[in-house]
C-alpha cells in the first residue's frame, strides 16, 4: 500500500524558513514525479512544486520561484521542500504526492498524502 508522510509543518514569522519532509513508501517511486500542493481556505488546491526521481528535473510556481526548493534523497526515499523567506499568503495545507508524469496538474497524480499545516504570521 503506497503511503505518503508529510511532516515539518509549523508556525512562523513572515520572512521566516521551513522544511517539509515528505517520506514515501510502498512501491518503487524511481519512474515517478514528487509534487508538492497546497490549499489555503477557501481556496482551489494548487501546484507549488515538482520534481522527478529519475533525472531531478524540477518545475515551480510563479509565487515561490526563488523562495522554494524542491529536492530528494533516494536512498531515503523522501522529497523535501525548503521554504524561504515566507509570506503571509503561503499559509496554506501542504499535500505531497505522486505521479508517472512531472506536471503542475492535480490529475496527474495518483497518490496523495494527508498533509501538513503551513502558517505564516505577519
Known amino acids: 500500500q503506497v503511503q505518503l508522510v508529510e511532516s515539518g509543518g509549523g508556525l512562523v514569522h513572515a520572512g521566516g524558513s521551513l522544511r517539509l519532509t515528505c517520506v514515501a513508501s510502498?512501491?518503487?517511486?524511481?519512474?515517478?514525479?514528487m509534487a508538492w500542493f497546497r490549499q489555503a481556505p477557501g481556496k482551489e488546491r494548487e501546484f507549488v512544486a515538482a520534481?522527478?526521481?529519475?533525472?531531478?528535473?524540477?518545475d515551480y510556481a510563479a509565487p515561490v520561484k526563488g523562495r522554494f526548493t524542491v529536492s530528494k534523497d533516494n536512498a531515503k526515499n523522501t522529497v523535501y521542500l525548503q521554504m524561504n523567506s515566507l509570506k503571509s499568503e503561503d499559509t496554506a495545507v501542504y499535500y505531497c504526492?505522486?505521479?508517472?508524469?512531472?506536471?503542475?496538474?492535480?490529475?496527474?497524480?495518483?497518490?496523495w498524502g494527508q498533509g501538513t499545516q503551513v502558517t505564516v504570521s505577519s
Open positions: 504526492a505522486a505521479g508517472v508524469s512531472l506536471s503542475a496538474s492535480r490529475g496527474a497524480y495518483d497518490y
Open positions: 510502498g512501491r518503487t517511486f524511481s519512474s515517478y514525479a
Open positions: 520534481i522527478s526521481w529519475w533525472n531531478s528535473n524540477q
